[in-house]
C-alpha cells in the first residue's frame, strides 16, 4: 500500500496518496470534501468547466476502497457542494457508482457546511447522515477544525474544511501539493476532490506537513517555506 504509516493515540493508519486515510484496526477508509456537484453548480453559473470531474474522484475513491479493503467510508465532511449541482445525472451516477463499486461497504457522513442538501440525497445513495462531531474510539471526527477546538473535546480531532496544501521549494522553482496536517492532538485532512482550491498552512511547534506528491506522501517539513501573504496557522 503506497503512503505513510503513523502511529496516533495508538491507532495504526496509513495515510494515502489518493488524498484519504486508513485507519487499519476500524477497517475504515476516512476522507473529506469530495464537494460533489461543484462543476454542475458552476456551470450553472454560466461557467466553462470541463466534464469528467466527479467521474474520475468516484473512480479514485473506488480505487482506494480495493486497495485497502475497507469495510466502511467515513466522509468527515462537504460530500456535496451545493444543492444547485444535484442533478438528476449527478444523482443516478452517485447511485450507478454505490451500485457497482461500493455496494457491500457501509458508507456515514458527518455533515459538513456544504451539506445542507444531504438529506435529500442521503436515502437514495444508501448513506447515513451522523451528527456533527462523531466520537469512536480515541478519535473526534468533524468537518470544521475550529468547530472541534471550541468544543473542547479531548479526543484527538480528524477533520477537512481547510483544504490544506504546502508549498516545497527548490532553486528558483517551488510548487504547491495538498498535504495533510498532523499534530499531537489533530489531524486535518486534503480536499479528497482534484477540483477544489487551497490553503497554503504554516506548520504550528508539534505539526508535521505531509505532502501528497504523485504516488508519495512525504514529510515537507525541510522543503517548506510558504510565502508571507499565503501563511495561514491551523491549530491542530
Not at 76 to 98: C, Y
Not at 122 to 134: C, F, H, K, N, S
Not at 205 to 233: M, Y
Request: hydrophobic share 45%; aromatic share 6%.
Amino acid at each position: 500500500m503506497d503512503g505513510m504509516n503513523i502511529e496516533i493515540s495508538g491507532e495504526r493508519v496509513h495515510l494515502l496518496p489518493c488524498r484519504a486515510a486508513f485507519w487499519e484496526q476500524a477497517r475504515t477508509l476516512i476522507v473529506a470534501d469530495l464537494h460533489l456537484g461543484k462543476c454542475e453548480t458552476m456551470r450553472s453559473a454560466g461557467l466553462p468547466i470541463p466534464l469528467g470531474v466527479i467521474e474520475r474522484d468516484l473512480s479514485r475513491l473506488a480505487a482506494a476502497i480495493l486497495e485497502t479493503g475497507a469495510q466502511r467510508l467515513l466522509i468527515v465532511g462537504d460530500l456535496l457542494h451545493h444543492g444547485l449541482g444535484l442533478t438528476p445525472q449527478i444523482i443516478a451516477s452517485v447511485a450507478d457508482w454505490r451500485e457497482r463499486e461500493a455496494d457491500d461497504v457501509e458508507i456515514a457522513v458527518v455533515p459538513g457546511n456544504h451539506d445542507r442538501a444531504l438529506g435529500a440525497v442521503a436515502p437514495t445513495w444508501r448513506m447515513r447522515v451522523l451528527d456533527e462531531v462523531v466520537r469512536e474510539g480515541p478519535f473526534a471526527f468533524v468537518h470544521d477544525p475550529a468547530a472541534a477546538v471550541s468544543s473542547g473535546d479531548c479526543a484527538v480531532i480528524w477533520s477537512g474544511h481547510v483544504h490544506p496544501m504546502v508549498r516545497l521549494v527548490g532553486r528558483g522553482d517551488s510548487i504547491g501539493l495538498p498535504c495533510f496536517v498532523v499534530g499531537e492532538r489533530a489531524v486535518v485532512l486534503p480536499a479528497f476532490s482534484e477540483f477544489t482550491g487551497g490553503v497554503y498552512v504554516a506548520p504550528q511547534p508539534g505539526q508535521r506537513l505531509l505532502a501528497i506528491a504523485d504516488r508519495q506522501v512525504i514529510d515537507a517539513g525541510v522543503f517548506t517555506r510558504p510565502r508571507a501573504a499565503e501563511r495561514r496557522p491551523l491549530r491542530a
